[in-house]
């Protein structure tokens, strides 16, 4: 920055030995600033305004510049200012606990909003009183102690640069630069306004709030607006915020300037006011406001809108003469930022004591007078115009003014000037109150040596309000939430609704009560929808559409087994494992449990079928037992017999086993308990099978086969298929036992409530083993199927075998497709199947003999037969 390294240079290169003097300097100012108000006293505080306008460039390189007061259009509400700084000296001069003996004067000059007047009067407050030589104090000694301004962030740049070479106090009010927050460089600059990054940080907070995701952002066209952006933007991007367009405002120059910008950007400036964004974030001085009215004035909108614009704190509603009669009502609704402001006992009533002689010293009052009220105070008759206004009374209210030229209560600005003077007074008063050494040099006092006790001042202001600067120079301060509320008369009023205070934990920092605010009544939502494209329902979540920002995007509809609960979810979930998601994916039922029970109807159909199969069962071994002395009984081994029904009693009776919630008691004997007790069975078969080979081998003449007959063979088959399976159960429970399982993941409404068979190595031996049994079983059978007809089991066995196998081969791959109670009811069906299959094979030939034909029952029969 190049005023920067001029400070630097001009610091460097003044000795610090060099004083200054009051000498008498004969030299004639050429170009004197018409608008000063001076009043004297021991001590001087000085301030530069800004509250007039110049209609032209009146920069010329001829000859030096003359001002005339006909070329300038003022902003009246800036008036303000000058009377603030008034009321807070006297008020200070008439307190006698504040600088008793000490009498404060005050020194103004306006600085017309441009570089060389700012200059030039920076320069006029350090030489002396109508005198321009620089480094020099002339004629009276002026006893300035410290400088108040400016509004602006250059103004108060420019000042800097001439009065930090000195050390001279300057007490800022307005907005500033952040290069002036460099200590290094100026050490003697205080703001009476807090650090802008927190304010900048109490906007983002502010749109996050609403949940407002899509503005437009208006900054000034200078550095003060690209610090903005470059401070603003990233926080936007951390908060989920994009901005549609970025539009710079024209700083304050020269009406002609102005209009010719206006002129060039009305095009672009309307399709910003017909977009579909509806939150507006402008950044800048009080100026802005004006410059943004003229673009609305200039615009022709195809139909009315609203939009909520969302300003800094030194935004205010000013207007300019020329723009009297224009309708604020598009600003209807604004939210605001503003330094933490209170209104001082007696203002109100020294505002009422204003009028056009109130004090000879104001060299500002004439113009605001006749401009603010139209009106003129003298005729001169040398203009045309002078004939189409009145004359001014001097009786006019300032009350009666409108908003935007004349506020009744003290503005922010207006409030930060009051404090910058008491910030001055309060030190000056630790000085008087210090050592009786220091208390008699307080009349000779150089205004660099306020800076030391500048930088500590600690005080309440005649409110309460508390004031003190951080060790950047900076008021330590919060934000008040202000809500703008215009009339169609052109007046206002700032609604408090809400404050920031930036020094708080986070959660805590922005309150805001919503019921208290007030919209453009453009809106029919309130508070209103700012986003890029409707939100997405629950159900769907957003898509990012290519080469546009990242709050633009489409709706896809949630993927299968996912849901959104919430508008514009990025990603859809899924439901808890104990949750489904609904038809619209837009929220999750709780899964229902899924398990066989007995009161279904296929748990009844299947309870049926087991106690009928048992039931059957029981009456087959109660004829057995009944005709246990037949001969078709006895010849088919009896205890074989026994063991092979009641197994298969016990099988059906497994079944239900299978039916009802799975428990750690039901899953560990279910497979187990079947796979001994079917094991059993077809160990049984397989000893009747051999029992009757064998026994036909016997009766050959001279057969070694006769010894093994009997009792101990079959046993001994027995004992031993069962232990083999009875041992693979046992290393299956203790390696890897079945447990209860959820399984929360095979159905999207239900929770399968089932056996987990722990090792599926295990089950599969354990339905492997019981194959093989079967297996040899045929096979005998198959043999000895040839055998005489009364003893002949074999075939009988072969087709049961037969059955066994086929269920149990279909078993498999029906068992690994379905899941839930279906698979339970598959294997229950299984094992009534393939108990029911030998039941019937083996049994039924001889039942029917027993029951239907007893008179094939008979010893000689079998004997004739064999």
């Given at each position: 920055m190049l005023e920067l390294l001029l400070v630097e240079l001009r610091t460097h290169s003044i000795h610090p030995s060099l004083k200054t003097h009051s000498i008498q300097c004969h030299r004639n100012d050429p170009s004197h600033i018409p608008h000063e108000f001076y009043e004297p006293g021991n001590l001087i505080i000085g301030g530069i305004a800004s509250q007039i306008v110049l209609q032209h460039n009146p920069l010329k390189f001829t000859e030096p510049f003359q001002m005339s007061i006909e070329e300038v259009v003022m902003e009246p509400k800036n008036y303000q200012h000058i009377l603030a700084l008034v009321f807070a000296v006297k008020e200070i001069n008439s307190n006698p606990r504040i600088l008793s003996n000490i009498t404060l004067g005050f020194h103004l000059y306006e600085n017309y909003y441009t570089a060389p007047m700012t200059y030039k009067a920076t320069l006029d407050l350090l030489s002396s009183q109508r005198k321009f030589v620089p480094n020099y104090?002339?004629?009276?000694?002026?006893?300035?102690?410290?400088?108040?301004?400016?509004?602006?962030?250059?103004?108060?740049?420019?000042?800097?640069?001439?009065?930090?070479?000195?050390?001279?106090?300057?007490?800022?009010?307005?907005?500033?630069?952040?290069?002036?927050?460099?200590?290094?460089?100026?050490?003697?600059?205080?703001?009476?306004?807090?650090?802008?990054?927190?304010?900048?940080?109490?906007?983002?907070?502010?749109?996050?709030?609403?949940?407002?995701?899509?503005?437009?952002?208006?900054?000034?066209?200078?550095?003060?607006?690209?610090?903005?952006?470059?401070?603003?933007?990233?926080?936007l991007s951390q908060s989920g915020i994009c901005f549609a367009f970025i539009d710079r405002i024209q700083t304050m120059t020269h009406v002609d300037v102005i209009i010719g910008l206006f002129f060039s950007k009305l095009e672009t400036f309307r399709n910003m006011m017909e977009s579909k964004v509806n939150v507006f974030v402008v950044n800048g001085a009080p100026p802005s406001m004006e410059n943004l009215s003229w673009h609305l004035r200039m615009i022709d909108l195809s139909s009315p809108t609203g939009k909520v614009w969302v300003v800094t704190a030194h935004w205010d509603f000013v207007s300019k003469t020329l723009q009297r009669e224009w309708d604020i009502q598009d600003f209807h609704g604004t939210i605001s930022l503003t330094i933490h402001s209170n209104q001082p006992t007696g203002f109100k009533t020294f505002l009422h004591s204003i009028n056009p002689f109130w004090a000879k010293e104001d060299g500002f009052i004439k113009g605001f007078w006749e401009q603010a009220f139209d009106c003129l105070l003298e005729k001169s008759g040398e203009s045309e115009n002078e004939e189409a206004k009145e004359a001014c009374t001097g009786e006019e209210k300032l009350e009666n003014l409108p908003g935007p030229f004349f506020e009744m209560s003290m503005t922010g600005h207006s409030y930060n000037i009051y404090n910058a003077v008491y910030a001055v007074a309060h030190a000056l008063h630790v000085i008087s109150e210090s050592s009786s050494k220091i208390r008699l040099k307080l009349q000779n006092l150089?205004?660099?040596?306020?800076?030391?006790?500048?930088?500590?001042?600690?005080?309440?202001?005649?409110?309460?309000?508390?004031?003190?600067?951080?060790?950047?120079?900076?008021?330590?301060?919060?934000?008040?939430?202000?809500?703008?509320?215009?009339?169609?008369?052109?007046?206002?009023?700032?609604?408090?609704?809400?404050?920031?205070?930036?020094?708080?934990?986070?959660?805590?920092?922005?309150?805001?009560?919503?019921?208290?605010?007030?919209?453009?009544?453009?809106?029919?939502?309130?508070?209103?929808?700012?986003?890029?494209?409707?939100?997405?329902?629950?159900?769907?979540?957003?898509?990012?559409?290519?080469?546009?920002?990242?709050?633009?995007?489409?709706?896809?509809?949630?993927?299968?087994?996912?849901?959104?609960?919430?508008?514009?979810?990025?990603?859809?979930?899924?439901?808890?494992?104990?949750?489904?998601?609904?038809?619209?994916?837009?929220?999750?039922?709780?899964?229902?449990?899924?398990?066989?029970t007995f009161e279904e109807p296929l748990g009844i159909t299947l309870v049926s079928f087991i106690l009928s199969f048992s039931l059957i069962t029981v009456c087959v071994l109660i004829i057995f037992i009944k005709n246990h002395d037949t001969p078709i009984v006895r010849a088919n081994n009896q205890s074989l017999t026994y063991i092979l029904l009641i197994s298969l009693l016990l099988c059906f009776l497994c079944s239900f086993l299978f039916i009802g919630k799975p428990g750690r008691v039901t899953c560990l004997l279910r497979q187990t308990?079947?796979?001994?007790?079917?094991?059993?069975?077809?160990?049984?078969?397989?000893?009747?099978?051999?029992?009757?080979?064998?026994?036909?081998?016997?009766?050959?003449?001279?057969?070694?086969?006769?010894?093994?007959?009997?009792?101990?063979?079959?046993?001994?088959?027995?004992?031993?298929?069962?232990?083999?399976?009875?041992?693979?159960?046992?290393?299956?429970?203790?390696?890897?036992?079945?447990?209860?399982?959820?399984?929360?993941?095979?159905?999207?409404?239900?929770?399968?409530?089932?056996?987990?068979?722990?090792?599926?190595?295990?089950?599969?031996?354990?339905?492997?083993?019981?194959?093989?049994?079967?297996?040899?079983?045929?096979?005998?059978?198959?043999l000895a199927r040839k055998l005489p007809d009364s003893f002949n089991e074999a075939k009988f066995i072969t087709f049961s075998m037969l059955v066994f196998c086929s269920v149990w081969v279909s078993f498999i791959p029906t068992y690994h497709s379905i899941k839930g109670k279906s698979m339970v009811a598959v294997e229950i069906f299984s094992i009534l199947a393939s108990s029911a299959g030998l039941l019937g094979c083996i049994f039924s030939p001889k039942c029917y003999i027993i029951l239907l034909m007893p008179e094939l029952n008979n010893k000689q029969l079998i004997r004739k037969r064999s």
């Open positions: 104090k002339c004629d009276v000694q002026n006893n300035l102690v410290a400088v108040i301004g400016g509004l602006g962030s250059k103004t108060s740049l420019y000042m800097a640069t001439i009065l930090n070479i000195y050390k001279t106090p300057q007490l800022s009010y307005g907005s500033v630069l952040s290069g002036l927050n460099d200590r290094r460089l100026f050490s003697s600059l205080y703001q009476m306004v807090p650090n802008d990054v927190y304010q900048y940080n109490g906007i983002v907070q502010l749109l996050v709030h609403f949940q407002w995701v899509w503005v437009g952002i208006f900054v000034t066209d200078d550095e003060n607006g690209e610090t903005f952006l470059q401070i603003l933007l990233p926080l150089r205004a660099w040596q306020l800076n030391h006790y500048l930088r500590s001042i600690s005080f309440n202001n005649s409110i309460g309000d508390a004031v003190h600067f951080d060790a950047s120079g900076q008021l330590v301060e919060e934000f008040d939430v202000t809500n703008w509320v215009t009339f169609p008369n052109h007046s206002f009023i700032r609604e408090k609704v809400g404050s920031f205070d930036p020094h708080v934990p986070t959660g805590k920092k922005l309150k805001i009560n919503n019921e208290n605010l007030v919209w453009h009544p453009w809106f029919t939502q309130v508070p209103p929808l700012s986003v890029c494209n409707d939100n997405c329902p629950p159900g769907y979540s957003k898509r990012k559409k290519e080469g546009e920002p990242y709050c633009c995007y489409d709706c896809a509809r949630c993927p299968h087994g996912k849901i959104s609960d919430q508008k514009d979810m990025d990603d859809c979930i899924r439901c808890p494992e104990a949750q489904y998601p609904s038809q619209a994916q837009n929220e999750c039922f709780t899964k229902k449990m899924s398990f066989l308990s079947f796979g001994i007790v079917f094991s059993v069975a077809l160990s049984s078969v397989l000893a009747k099978t051999i029992t009757v080979v064998l026994a036909f081998m016997a009766t050959k003449p001279g057969s070694r086969v006769r010894r093994w007959v009997g009792k101990r063979l079959t046993n001994s088959i027995v004992l031993l298929g069962s232990f083999i399976q009875a041992g693979l159960c046992t290393i299956w429970q203790s390696s890897s036992p079945p447990f209860p399982y959820m399984d929360t993941h095979s159905l999207d409404d239900k929770i399968i409530v089932e056996c987990n068979e722990g090792s599926a190595t295990m089950f599969y031996c354990v339905l492997g083993y019981m194959g093989f049994l079967a297996i040899v079983s045929f096979t005998v059978a198959f």
